[in-house]
């Protein structure tokens, strides 16, 4: 077997070899001639003649292999007491007929589908419909309220949308139908028709631009696969930038087949008929990647949990769940595991269920914070690998590499540079620096096959926000080092993008939000140390002249703008009203600073603030609340 360093070497020095190998692992209707181009910000593309379609790779080609009684899909809903498997051969038929009803409406390659559905099967079946077809999906993550929606659909400009009549949190039943029609009130851009899969928990009343789920599958043809280049987009999924507007991240359909194939193996390790469980959501990458399109290609079966790591009924149910489909390899975001802690700290409900079946556990979204990562290495018997990445890369950066030679676990750090990633750590000055030394997290092109192609509709972005910076080099947006042995340790953003129970918000837009309320004259909006979620947003707000002082109410009416705009998942539900922002003497608000103090860090005080008293205020304001670790920030 390859060593990891001659795999990521041979990867490095000869990236057009290298990925040309692993192409051969998936099947292609025509398999690529031209293994690497560039696009004009030097940025990579692969495989660009070569003809395929993912759905085919996913699907008809196991049904053809012989796995077609396989489960394809267990699908465990404990919020609905439901339980369902689905062979590879009956999600075939039905992404196939889902895929011709799609036909029906008009749909054809190219054009776009905004899919926003809870954690059903459907969900699954409609983004391999779109893929079949060729069309481009975008799937919006139930979390997010009308006004989100509306900017996807705006931006996206989809024929169809396709949703489900409603969701199902722990405590309540969501109708989706509302949030839909608001969305598509708000959006200039107005999508044909809208495909509603009602669930018996809450139907919809369906109007004049909505079809029946079930009405248009019975009287649907199946569909065949769409031949598509490699370089076609595959699907559009928006996620949390730096302004107010999401960015829709552009990904391909040849170089993410053959990226996800390899990290199946390479990472994951797991070989056809293995069950892999992904408890994470549809609406985000790691739901696309490892729930819905990496499973299925590989020839596992992929569980799809709708429920939460905790409450439904317990903490134990990620437990019950690995025991009950013979799960081998388990990935979460920390967050789950830091409630499943809290509320079962002597993880007691495990030893109720038989996990022998499974192999490792991988975490990402998030820092997986040392105390957690010790939790649960005491707790179980199988290795606890931090691995990293984003919605950008579409498949880990950085990861403890079980199918190809399994590492020693470093608390803090997500190993090494997966094959393919070059990934360096730049000072401020663009130079690389030496072991030990922080700076930004960058990628030196060619990016492996796998990562965005562009942003939906804005090519300029896409160079501005991730190329300019560091010419020949992309960069993550999150600051790190690399230790004397090679490891990387990834210590957060360092940006206005922060993460929320694993989830990826942008302060920048909750700030755009607050400062429009009529009573508040500036804002800040920053994250915080949150014991459960990892970080929490926090907003600082001076009020307008002529503010009435109920502070109260002010606080309120900012909460439930942030949950109406953006949506509940945003988590924005603490205000500090304060006299001062610190700010420098040419008006910028020292936002890294105000972190730092929330973190409980050391902070100075910079010779280019205006008022250092403004400093000490919001300190000792937050300490007051309680707010993050600012009881233990010291000024030095
Ligand atoms: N649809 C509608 N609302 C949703 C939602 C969805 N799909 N997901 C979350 N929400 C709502 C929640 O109900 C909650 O509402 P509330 O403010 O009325 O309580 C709010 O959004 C915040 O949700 P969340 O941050 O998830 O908090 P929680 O207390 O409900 O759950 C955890 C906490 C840790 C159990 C949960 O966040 C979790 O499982 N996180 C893992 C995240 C993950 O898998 N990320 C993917 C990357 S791997
Ligand atoms: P998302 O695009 O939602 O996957 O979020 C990506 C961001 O989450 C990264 O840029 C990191 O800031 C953070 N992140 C994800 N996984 C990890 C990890 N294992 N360690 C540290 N940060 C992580």
């Known amino acids: 077997m390859d060593s990891y360093r001659s795999q990521f070497n041979r990867s490095i020095e000869q990236p057009e070899a290298f990925w040309a190998e692993q192409a051969r692992r998936i099947p292609w209707f025509q398999p690529p ?50 339980k369902r498997t689905i062979t590879f051969g009956e999600m075939r038929d039905q992404v196939a007929l889902f895929a011709g009803a799609l036909k029906g409406l008009g749909v054809e390659k190219g054009d776009r589908v905004v899919i926003y559905m809870p954690m059903v099967p459907e969900a699954l079946v409609a983004m391999y419909a779109c893929a079949r077809l060729g069309a481009v999906h975008s799937v919006v993550f139930g979390g997010f309220a009308p006004h989100e929606l509306s900017v996807r659909i705006e931006d996206a400009e989809p024929k169809v949308v396709v949703a489900a009549s409603c969701g199902i949190e722990v405590d309540r ?30 139907r919809a009343e369906l109007g004049a631009r909505d079809h029946d789920w079930s009405a248009l599958m019975s ?3 199946p569909a065949g696969c769409v031949a598509m280049k490699a370089s076609d987009p595959l699907y559009v999924l928006y996620t949390s930038g730096t302004t107010g507007k ?38 985000w990458v790691v739901g696309h990647s490892y729930i819905v399109y990496a499973p299925l ?53 495990l030893a109720q269920y038989d996990i022998s079946c499974l192999k490792a556990l991988f975490l990402a979204g998030e820092r ?46 997500a190993t090494v540079p997966v094959p393919g990633f070059n990934v360096q750590i730049l000072g401020r000055d663009g130079q690389q620096v030496g072991a030990m030394r922080q700076g ?19 090519p300029q972005r896409f160079h501005d926000a991730y190329m300019a910076a560091f010419p020949g080099y992309y960069l993550t947006g999150d600051g790190g080092y690399i230790d004397e042995d090679g490891y990387l340790f990834i210590l957060g953003r360092t940006d206005d993008v922060i993460n929320v129970a694993g989830h990826r918000l ?131």
């Open 33 to 82: 001639t031209t293994i690497l181009e560039y696009d004009d910000t030097g940025h990579a593309r692969w495989f660009v003649d070569g003809e395929l379609n993912i759905c085919h790779a996913a699907l008809d080609f196991h049904v053809e292999q012989g796995r077609g009684d396989q489960p394809a899909i267990y699908w465990d809903s404990p919020v609905t007491d439901s």
């Open 173 to 202: 039943v969501l109708p989706y139908k509302p949030i839909i029609d608001k969305a598509i009130e708000q959006s200039t851009y107005k999508p044909q028709a809208c495909v509603i899969f009602q669930r018996e928990q809450q």
């Open 219 to 221: 009287e649907a043809q």
């Open 246 to 283: 999401p960015k829709g991240v552009v990904r391909d359909t040849g170089g993410y087949a053959v990226a996800l194939h390899y990290s199946m193996d390479v990472i994951y390790d797991v070989a056809p008929g293995d069950v892999f469980f992904s408890a994470s959501d549809v609406g």
């Open 297 to 349: 290609l590989r020839g596992c079966t992929t569980v799809v949990y709708e429920g939460k790591p905790v409450m439904t009924p317990d903490a134990g149910a990620f437990w019950r769940l690995i025991e009950a489909y013979g799960v081998k390899s388990f990935f979460t975001a920390p967050t789950a595991f830091r409630a499943i802690k809290k509320q079962d700290p002597d993880g007691k409900l």
């Open 368 to 413: 997986l914070d040392p105390p957690t990562y010790h939790w649960l290495d005491d707790l179980l018997e199988v290795p606890v690998l931090d691995h990293w990445w984003q919605t950008e890369t579409g498949w880990p950066i950085a990861a403890n590499l079980q199918g190809l030679e399994p590492m020693p676990t470093k608390a803090g750090s």
């Open 440 to 458: 930004s997290v960058v990628i030196k092109q060619p990016m492996p096959p796998g990562c965005l192609i562009g942003i939906w509709s804005d």
């Open 506 to 636: 942008s302060t920048g837009e909750m700030e755009e939000v607050v400062g429009a309320h009529r009573a508040v004259a500036e804002c800040a909006v920053i994250g915080i140390h949150d014991a459960l979620k990892g970080q929490v947003p926090v907003g600082l707000v001076i009020p307008k002249d002529g503010f009435n002082g109920d502070e109260a109410q002010l606080e309120k009416e900012l909460i439930d703008l942030v949950r109406n705009r953006i949506g509940p998942v945003a988590c924005f539900k603490q205000v500090l009203v304060v006299d001062k922002l610190p700010k420098t003497r040419s008006g910028k608000i020292l936002r890294k600073l105000l972190r730092n103090i929330a973190d409980g860090k050391e902070f100075g005080i910079p010779s280019t603030i205006d008022d250092p008293a403004s400093l000490q205020d919001v300190h000792d304001a937050m300490r007051e609340r309680s707010l993050g670790l600012a009881h233990e920030a010291r000024q030095v």
